[in-house]
């Protein structure tokens, strides 16, 4: 038996790329022949993958979880396995991965958009390890990352996360992430900040190329992320055992509770 290995470009983002189309497309390259009396299963005529065999609708394709493989992702970070991909999130949800591979420390806060021209709401969405869902979440990242690099707060701007989507038409949750001087970073300068970068036209409100519902003041809303409760599996505090966690803005801070002594997440 041989165990077959299927890359494809990350520029493809509109493929079907799912293990039952890749088996249909798989056995569409399989030809069945005779020679001598002995048959065999060849792909696309050059390639002998079988002999004495039986035509079959049979064709197993799986995904294989990058994940496994315990050096994927740096340190203080964890892997999410994709479907033909994986992605790296820091451990903790006060830092965030920065062009350099590592986790950096920033401060955080969340900003929701309504998102009206990506059609009928897919199911998919909703499920984070999905490819529709990283799909979107890279796609809309990019747009969020172009908007703050072109603002006043460039300089100061990490990067953005998505935490999430749900339906009508479709609401994207997201983070966006600012080195720590939080005298100068405040949720109305970082909500202004965006909003700068929209377009409004005859036709409508735009960040990029999604189009948004509401105005240039409205259609990008922002608020304190809350650390300690997220809405989302990506995002989970790390104060550990026998610790609370108090949220603050921008951050969030761990204590040891009554009774406990060490430093968190280390309490005992």
Same mark, same amino acid.
């Given at each position: 038996? /041989?165990?077959?290995? @299927?890359?494809?470009?990350?520029?493809?983002?509109?493929?079907?790329?799912?293990? *039952?189309?890749?088996?249909?497309?798989?056995?569409?390259?399989?030809? +069945?022949?005779? %020679?001598?009396?002995?048959r065999k299963l060849?792909?696309?005529?050059?390639?002998?993958?079988?002999?004495?065999?039986?035509?079959?609708?049979?064709?197993?394709?799986? *995904?294989?979880? %990058?994940?496994?493989?315990?050096?994927?992702?740096? !340190?203080?970070? #964890?892997? /999410?396995?994709? $479907?033909?991909?994986?992605?790296?999130?820091?451990?903790? !949800? #006060?830092?965030?991965?920065?062009?350099?591979?590592?986790?950096? *420390?920033?401060?955080?806060?969340?900003?929701?958009?309504? =998102?009206?021209?990506?059609?009928?709401?897919d199911p998919n969405?909703? @499920? @984070?390890?999905?490819? $529709?869902?990283?799909?979107?979440?890279?796609?809309?990242?990019?747009? /969020?990352?172009?908007?703050?690099?072109?603002?006043?707060?460039?300089?100061?701007?990490?990067?953005?996360?998505?935490?999430?989507?749900? %339906?009508?038409?479709?609401?994207?949750?997201?983070?966006?992430?600012?080195?720590?001087?939080?005298?100068?970073?405040?949720? +109305?300068?970082?909500?202004?900040? =965006?909003?700068?970068?929209?377009?409004?036209?005859?036709?409508?409100?735009?960040?990029?190329?999604?189009?948004?519902?509401?105005?240039?003041?409205?259609?990008?809303?922002?608020?304190?992320? *809350? %650390?300690?409760? $997220?809405?989302?599996?990506?995002?989970i505090q790390d104060?550990?055992?026998?610790?609370?966690?108090?949220?603050?803005?921008?951050?969030?801070?761990?204590?040891?509770?009554?009774?406990?002594?060490?430093?968190? $997440?280390?309490?005992?």
């Amino acid at each position: 038996m /041989v165990s077959l290995y @299927i890359f494809f470009l990350s520029t493809l983002t509109q493929v079907d790329i799912n293990n *039952d189309n890749l088996g249909r497309q798989f056995r569409a390259g399989l030809v +069945s022949s005779t %020679e001598s009396g002995i048959r065999k299963l060849t792909l696309r005529n050059r390639y002998v993958l079988a002999r004495n065999i039986q035509r079959t609708t049979a064709a197993n394709v799986a *995904d294989v979880n %990058e994940c496994l493989s315990s050096t994927r992702c740096g !340190p203080a970070q #964890r892997c /999410v396995n994709y $479907p033909g991909t994986y992605r790296c999130y820091c451990s903790s !949800p #006060r830092q965030i991965i920065i062009e350099s591979g590592l986790c950096s *420390d920033v401060i955080t806060f969340q900003g929701i958009l309504n =998102i009206t021209n990506l059609g009928t709401f897919d199911p998919n969405l909703l @499920i @984070i390890n999905s490819i $529709p869902w990283l799909q979107l979440a890279l796609s809309l990242e990019s747009a /969020v990352n172009a908007a703050y690099r072109k603002s006043n707060l460039a300089s100061r701007y990490k990067g953005s996360q998505v935490t999430g989507f749900r %339906e009508g038409s479709v609401i994207a949750t997201y983070v966006v992430t600012f080195g720590q001087a939080r005298q100068e970073i405040t949720v +109305s300068n970082v909500q202004a900040a =965006i909003q700068r970068q929209v377009t409004e036209t005859v036709t409508g409100t735009f960040l990029g190329q999604y189009q948004l519902s509401g105005t240039r003041q409205t259609a990008v809303m922002y608020q304190d992320y *809350d %650390e300690c409760n $997220p809405a989302s599996s990506i995002h989970i505090q790390d104060c550990g055992t026998g610790a609370t966690c108090t949220n603050q803005i921008g951050t969030y801070s761990c204590q040891c509770d009554t009774g406990y002594e060490g430093t968190p $997440p280390f309490c005992a």
